[in-house]
């Protein structure tokens, strides 16, 4: 199983400097890189300091230049917001300036909030039509003199320009959740990323047996490559760990409330939530967080990833965002790369 690093640019407060954080964003893709990682990913998100990334190979290209060995993925960009041609072209230039390390990762998107305000009025299942339709259009792009006649987009004999320079361009992935998204990553010889978000173990299984599933279902196929990307925190001691589960469940009640997007938004941040507000949570807590994202000392760690690894996942990649001061997400890492990864060379 291989590692990489799930990293974005957060701003929790206006007192925040923004290139101060940017930097601290680039230092950890730095650690990675050096600590043996797989690949760094990042993704596209608008109007939200929650998480600050408005076009992620932008900053591909430029960890490029500070990086030398890890693949640079999008974890994600979001398919409504891009016309084929253009996705195709951007991609491709970045995949040339990094040298071909490009992973192009896809989703429909799931924040309301960026919907009403790039897209006002589309929904979740017209997002997931956009994904299926960009997709295969971005391949023919790459390899050139495409006629596309779909639902949402029509253009002309076209070609990618640039061209990438992996040959058939670069690897794609598939956000998926549903047995539809995985039988249609599968069809279209993508590779897939999952997400439990805090849902569990059980939520890890489940998705590994749509995967499987879908690779059942389409034998003609050659069997993708499935990522798991989870929240992680390693903790030098137990009361490390507990604190590393307070700032997640913090994080995570943050994130629902953007999800809901019913708290008023100004200067790109959302209104703070009280701590009796966090207490109250129906289904997050503290303890919650430590049974179902990966957090623990090295040694928990180390088993919980040795069973992810059995059911047949191919990377794991370490999702950093936290809302956790800079040094504690170094430290965690870090401790990462030096006391957990060993155990998988």
């Known amino acids: ?46 109007g939200m300091n929650f998480t600050i990334a408005p076009n992620p190979m932008l900053n591909l290209v430029d960890l490029a230049r500070h990086t030398k060995n890890v693949r640079l993925g999008t974890g994600t960009v979001i398919a ?62 790459w390899k050139g003199d495409y006629e596309h006649d779909g639902e949402f987009h029509k253009f002309p004999k076209t070609t990618s320009s640039p061209q990438p320079m992996q040959q058939d361009g670069p690897p794609v992935w598939i956000a998926a959740r549903d047995p539809n998204s995985h039988e249609f990553a599968v069809q279209q010889g993508c590779n897939v990323q999952v997400t439990p978000l805090w849902n569990g173990d059980k939520e890890i299984n489940d998705l590994m047996g749509k995967f499987n599933d879908a690779c059942k279902k389409f034998p003609d196929k050659p069997r993708p490559k499935i990522m798991l990307l989870l929240h992680t925190y390693v903790g030098d001691s137990e009361e490390d760990v507990k604190q590393g589960a307070v700032e997640l469940n913090r994080f995570y009640c943050y994130f629902g409330a953007w999800f809901m997007n019913k708290r008023d938004v100004s200067q790109g941040l959302i209104d703070p939530l009280t701590d009796d507000e966090i207490a109250a949570h129906p289904f997050y807590s503290p303890e919650a967080m430590e049974r179902d994202l990966v957090i623990g000392t090295p040694e928990t760690v180390i088993k919980r990833l040795k069973a992810y690894e059995a059911l047949g996942y191919d990377e794991y990649s370490f999702w950093i965002d936290s809302s956790m001061p800079f040094e504690r997400k170094k430290a965690s890492l870090e401790r990462f790369i030096n006391d957990v990864m060993p155990a998988f060379a």
């Open 1 to 46: 199983m291989k590692f990489s690093l799930f990293a974005h640019m957060e701003r929790i407060s206006s007192d925040e400097d923004q290139k101060k954080l940017y930097d601290e964003f680039v230092e950890l893709c730095k650690i990675a890189d050096r600590g043996g990682m797989h690949a760094v990913w990042t993704g596209e998100h608008h």
């Open 80 to 141: 409504p917001f891009w016309h084929p041609i253009r996705l195709a072209g951007e991609a491709a230039m970045t995949d040339i300036i990094t040298d071909g390390r490009l992973e192009l990762g896809i989703a429909r998107g799931a924040y309301s909030f960026e919907y009403e305000r790039l897209m006002p009025g589309m929904d979740a299942w017209e997002a997931g039509q956009r994904m299926r339709e960009l997709v295969p259009a971005v391949k023919a792009l």
